[in-house]
């Protein structure tokens, strides 16, 4: 079949994302730049399978996704990209993540990275991308993410979930405050602890990482976020309240800046 032959799976991408821009809140220019934005997603768990799903969807150009983790057998309840085949090879999740992406959208580039992100490679990776979605575990790498996208002054999407209670916020560097104008320090240890001691309910998951990506495609579309409005979720009860965090003049990450 010549490649030129229309099938279902290369659609125009007017047909294809027509169900985003005929919203008028997103519209066909927003959707192209959609289309033209690249976005970093930090931890391929519960929080970045559904992000990097939506985005994907969504026909976001260019999806980065870190996460050094092989595949086991806990993440099977809330990591929602992932089939039995990548937990009986123990694969990568960034790699399978993005094989499985694949198969969902093979008009869009993705690229994985099998690797910890640390102080070491974080900084060319924020530089890349338009926009960054925490989703992490641990504030000592939403530390550093703040840290790399204060410098680089790249928009990023913090987002936690633990039990059936999640977090998110969207903070745009010198438009509103950073983490660290929120947090000073990272809360001492033992003091969150992770989900594989806590527990997570994957609806909750994908609650948070919803309320992340809606905040993702608003930021490229039209630029807009609620930036520095802090979301707290309980899906269990089915609430969610909305905090407005100021920035700290005196903070040590993007005060004086
Ligand atoms: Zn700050």
Known sequence: MPAS??????APAAARYSRHARLSLIGQDGQRKIE???VLIIGCGSLGCAQAAFLARAGVGRLTLADRDT????????QLLYDETDLRDGAPKAAAAARRLRTINSGIAIEPVVADITAANIEPL?????????ATDNFETRFLINEAAVKAGKPWIYGGVLGTDGMAMAIRPGRGPCLRCLFALPPPEGRLPPPDVFGVLATAAVWVAALQTTQALKALACGGADWGRMHTLDIWNGTVTTAEVLRDPACPCCGGR
């Open 36 to 38: 033209k934005g690249s």
């Open 5 to 10: 032959t229309p099938t279902p799976e290369n």
């Open 71 to 78: 595949v086991q057998a806990p993440n099977m309840a809330t």
């Open 126 to 134: 924020v530089a890349a991308a338009d926009l960054v979605l925490d």
